[in-house]
C-alpha cells in the first residue's frame, strides 16, 4: 500500500511559520486597537463624576423648561446670554444632555460628565478608524497609533467631561466627516462618477459644522480654500474630473451660502415668531480693523505654538516645526509619486495661516480666550486639535507604510509623543486649577458633590429646597440662598416639568432667577415699604409658606425687621409658628387674576400715538422691537410719570406688556395705574404694585427680559393712560418694551 503525503501551500504545518506568525501579528494588531479605546475612557473619567460649568447650569435649567422645544432652541438670550450665534443645532444637542442628566440625577445619580462628551468622543473614534484605514491606507496599528496621538491630547481629556457645551465636540465630528466624506468623492472619480446622494451627504455634513458653532462655518471655508488649492496645483493627471471639483466646491459654496440665509434671515424670524425679540448681532459685528493691529497676531502666534506644544508632548516648537519638513522629505523618498514641493508647501502654509487667523478673531471676539489661562485647555482648540490630526494622517498615508523600517519607526515615535502628553497630565490639570475662571467651576461642583453625598448618606430622598413642591404651594427660605445648589434647581425643573412643581408656569430656568431678583441689590426685600407688594407677588404665585431662618442673617436685625414686615402686612397672614431660630409664615390664598381667554391681535404702532412726562425724544425706543433700548424718565420715580396713547379709532384693549430688561429690573413701577377712557367715561384698568405682575414675568419670560403683563376686562378704548403713582428713592421708571392687544 502507497501512502501519499499531499504537501501544500495551505496546510499550517508546512508554512514555514508563516500563517501562525500572521495570526501573532493579527491579534497583537487588535491588542494595539484597544489602546485608543483606553485612553478614550480615561478622558470621560479624567475628572471623576465630572465638572459644571456656571453658564451650563443656567443653560440646563433652559433646556428642562416646560416650554415647546422649538421655543426653547431658538432663544439664544437664554441659550448663549444674547450672543446670537445661529448655532441651533449644538443647543439641540445641549437638550439632550441636559435631559439625560435630569434623568440620572432623577434615578438619584448626580453624573455632570455629558452625554455629548463621551459619544461623541466615541463616534469621532469611530468615524477615524474607518476613514483612516479606508480612504486613507492606513493599517490597522498606525491607526490607532495615531488615534492615541490625539485622544491623550490634554484638550481632548480635559474637554470630554466638563458639562458646558457640545458645539466643539460637534464640530470635530462633523469636520473629520466632511473631510473624509471629501476624499471618498476624489477617489471615486477615478474609477466611477460618484452619485448624487454622496453629495447630499456632504451638503448636510457642512451644513451640520454651520449649525453648530461659528468655528464651523470658518473651518469650512478653510476646507474649500484648502481644496481649491490643491486642485489647482496638483498636476492635471493627479486631479479629479472638473466636473467632480465643481460638485464638491459647488457644494461648498452652497452651504455657505445657505448658512448666511439661515443666520441673517430665518433663525431671527423663528426668533421673532417663537419668542417675540429680536436677536442681538453684536457679537457677530468683528472689528477686522483690529487685525492690521499686531497685538492679535503675536497673541494668535503664541496661542498656535501652545496648542502645538499640547500635542506633542510639550515639544517646543521649533524641533517638531522641524519634523514636518523631515516627515515630507521620507515622504518622498517612500512613495517617488512626483508631486510638487510647491503644492504641499503652500498648502501646509495656508492651513497654518488659516488657523492663526481664526484664533486672532477668536481674541478679537472674547479676549478671555487668550487672558484666561485655562482656556487655551479645553474646549475652544478642540477642533485646531482635529486639524493637527488629519494633517499628520495624510502625511502619514503619503508614507510606504507596508516597510516594515519605517513603520515601525513612526509607532515608536507616537508612542513616545503619547507618553509625553499623559506625563504632563498633573502639570496641565493644576495650571486649570489654579486659573480664575476654571479653579471656581471646580470648587463649586466639588462642594455640589460634597453635599450631595452628605445628603444620600443620611437618606433623604431629596435634598433641601428654597421651593419645594408642597400639597398646598410653595415654600420660600430667607434669607436667599449665597450660593444656588443645583440639585435644587434641578428638582425644581422636573417638578415642573411633570405639572407637580409649587410656581404655576415656572420652569427651569426660572428658578435662579427668582433667587437673584431677591437677592440682587435691587430687591424689593432691601425696601420694607415694599414688603406687603412682596407678599402679594408670592402668593399670586403659588406660595404659601414662608420661612425666616433668623440665624442665618448676618445682620440679625435686617432679619427682625422683615418678620416684623411681614407680621404687619394686614390680610396676607393666616397662621405663624417658630421652630428654633425659624420662624414659619403661612400666607393667605390669592384672588384669581383675571386672564384673557379670547383671540388677541396686537396693536399696530401706527394705529396709535405715544406721549409722555419725561423724554419724550426716547419714546421711539419703546416700539423699536429691541429690547436692549429702553425709554425712562432719568429721575426717581416721585408719582409724576406717565405714557398716553391715543389710538386713531375707538378699541376694546385686552393685554398690555411692558418689557424690562435683565440689568434694570429694580425700575419697575413702584405703583402702576392704568386708566381706559372714551367717550362713555373713564375706567381704571389696574391699580396696584408693579411687583406684583412683575415676579410672574421673572417666572414666566426668558433671562434677557422680564414683563409686567396685565389683562382687562372689556372696555371701550380711546386713550390709554399708563401712571406711575409712587416712590423710589434713586430709581427711576424704565420701560423697554411697550405693546399692546385688542380683542
Not at 434615578?107 to 473614534?125: D, E, I, R
Not at 404659601?544 to 445682620?555: A, G
Not at 429721575?635 to 385686552?654: K, R, S
Request: proline residues 4%; aromatic residues 12%; neutral net charge.
Amino acid at each position: 500500500m502507497e501512502v501519499r503525503l499531499d504537501v501544500s501551500t495551505s496546510d499550517p504545518t508546512h508554512n514555514n511559520g508563516e500563517e501562525p506568525l500572521a495570526r501573532r501579528a493579527s491579534l497583537w494588531s487588535w491588542c494595539v486597537g484597544l489602546i485608543p479605546i483606553l485612553i478614550g475612557l480615561h478622558a470621560v473619567c479624567f475628572w471623576g463624576r465630572g465638572i459644571v460649568d456656571r453658564e451650563a447650569r443656567a443653560f440646563i435649567l433652559n433646556y428642562l423648561a416646560d416650554r415647546p422645544l422649538a421655543m426653547i432652541l431658538f432663544d439664544p438670550s437664554l441659550n448663549d446670554w444674547g450672543a446670537y450665534q445661529a448655532r441651533e443645532l449644538s443647543y439641540l444637542i445641549d437638550y439632550v444632555d441636559a435631559h439625560i442628566l435630569a434623568g440620572l440625577h432623577s434615578q438619584g445619580v448626580l453624573l455632570f460628565v455629558p452625554a455629548s462628551g463621551a459619544l461623541g468622543l466615541g463616534l469621532f473614534m469611530v468615524v477615524y478608524s474607518a476613514g483612516a484605514r479606508r480612504l486613507l491606507g492606513l493599517d490597522r496599528v498606525s491607526t490607532a497609533a495615531l488615534l492615541s496621538w490625539f485622544l491623550s491630547s490634554i484638550v481632548v481629556q480635559a474637554s470630554s467631561a466638563i458639562f458646558y457645551r457640545s458645539a466643539k465636540i460637534l464640530v470635530s465630528v462633523l469636520l473629520l466627516a466632511f473631510l473624509f466624506q471629501t476624499i471618498s468623492l476624489v477617489q471615486i472619480d477615478r474609477t466611477r462618477r460618484p452619485t448624487v446622494w454622496r453629495y447630499v451627504l456632504l451638503f448636510f455634513l457642512g451644513f451640520g459644522m454651520v449649525l453648530s458653532d461659528r468655528q464651523g462655518l470658518f473651518f469650512l471655508f478653510l476646507l474649500l480654500s484648502l481644496y481649491v488649492l490643491w486642485t489647482v496645483a496638483s498636476p492635471p493627471s493627479s486631479r479629479p474630473r472638473t466636473q467632480t471639483s465643481l460638485s464638491i466646491v459647488g457644494v461648498g459654496l452652497t452651504v455657505i451660502l445657505g448658512g448666511t440665509v439661515y443666520n441673517e434671515a430665518m433663525a431671527p424670524a423663528l426668533i421673532r415668531s417663537l419668542n417675540n425679540y429680536n436677536p442681538d448681532f453684536s457679537y457677530q459685528a468683528l472689528s477686522l480693523v483690529s487685525l492690521w493691529d499686531a497685538t492679535p497676531w503675536q497673541q494668535a502666534g503664541q496661542m498656535f505654538s501652545h496648542q502645538v506644544r499640547l500635542w506633542c508632548g510639550n515639544v517646543p516648537t521649533w524641533a517638531f516645526a522641524a519634523i514636518l519638513p523631515a516627515g515630507y522629505w521620507w515622504s518622498k523618498q517612500t512613495t517617488m509619486d512626483g508631486r510638487p514641493l510647491i503644492r504641499d508647501a503652500l498648502i501646509m502654509l495656508a492651513t497654518g495661516g488659516g488657523l492663526l487667523l481664526m484664533i486672532a478673531l477668536m481674541i478679537i471676539r472674547h479676549p478671555a480666550v487668550y487672558t484666561i489661562p485655562d482656556h487655551s485647555y479645553w474646549y475652544y482648540f478642540l477642533p485646531t486639535q482635529v486639524v493637527f490630526l488629519l494633517g499628520i494622517s495624510l502625511l502619514c498615508s503619503r508614507v510606504a507604510i507596508h516597510q516594515s523600517r519605517w513603520r515601525v519607526g513612526i509607532w515608536l515615535t507616537v508612542a513616545i509623543l503619547v507618553g509625553l502628553n499623559m506625563s504632563h497630565y498633573s502639570t496641565y490639570r493644576n495650571i486649570m486649577l489654579e486659573s480664575s475662571w476654571f479653579s471656581e467651576q471646580a470648587a463649586y461642583t466639588e462642594r455640589t458633590f460634597d453635599k450631595y453625598d452628605q445628603l444620600q448618606t443620611q437618606g433623604q430622598q431629596s435634598v433641601r429646597r428654597w421651593v419645594t413642591a408642597e400639597p398646598f404651594g410653595g415654600v420660600l427660605r430667607l434669607p436667599v440662598p449665597a450660593e444656588d445648589y443645583f440639585p435644587d434647581s434641578l428638582d425644581m425643573a422636573l417638578a415642573t416639568k411633570a405639572g407637580t412643581g409649587a410656581l404655576t408656569n415656572a420652569s427651569g430656568m426660572q428658578w435662579p432667577l427668582l433667587r437673584t431678583f431677591f437677592d440682587r441689590s435691587t430687591s424689593p426685600l432691601n425696601d420694607l415699604s415694599q414688603t406687603p407688594a412682596v407678599l402679594t407677588a408670592w402668593r399670586n404665585n403659588g406660595i404659601r409658606q414662608v420661612n425666616v431662618d433668623l440665624d442665618r442673617y448676618v445682620d440679625a436685625s435686617r432679619g427682625q425687621a422683615i418678620v416684623q414686615a411681614i407680621r404687619s402686612s394686614s390680610g396676607q397672614v393666616i397662621g405663624e409658628t417658630q421652630r428654633g431660630s425659624v420662624i414659619q409664615f403661612v400666607l393667605a390664598d390669592s384672588a384669581a387674576l383675571h386672564k384673557e381667554t379670547q383671540s388677541l391681535r396686537l396693536v399696530d404702532d401706527a394705529d396709535f400715538r405715544l406721549s409722555a412726562s419725561h423724554s419724550e425724544q426716547n419714546l421711539p425706543l419703546l416700539l423699536d422691537g429691541d429690547v436692549n433700548t429702553e425709554w425712562a424718565t432719568a429721575q426717581q420715580q416721585d408719582g409724576t410719570e406717565w405714557l398716553i396713547l391715543v389710538f386713531d379709532n375707538t378699541i376694546d384693549v385686552a393685554r398690555i406688556r411692558l418689557d424690562l430688561h435683565r440689568r434694570s429690573f429694580g425700575d419697575y413701577p413702584r405703583i402702576l395705574r392704568i386708566e381706559s377712557s372714551s367717550n362713555r367715561g373713564v375706567n381704571v384698568l389696574y391699580e396696584g404694585s408693579g411687583l406684583v405682575p412683575l415676579v410672574r414675568g421673572v417666572l414666566q419670560d426668558n433671562f434677557l427680559r422680564s414683563a409686567i403683563e396685565l389683562d382687562f376686562k372689556t372696555y371701550d378704548t380711546k386713550t390709554l393712560k399708563i401712571q406711575q403713582t409712587g416712590q423710589a428713592v434713586d430709581t427711576p421708571w424704565s420701560v423697554y418694551e411697550l405693546r399692546v392687544w385688542k380683542r
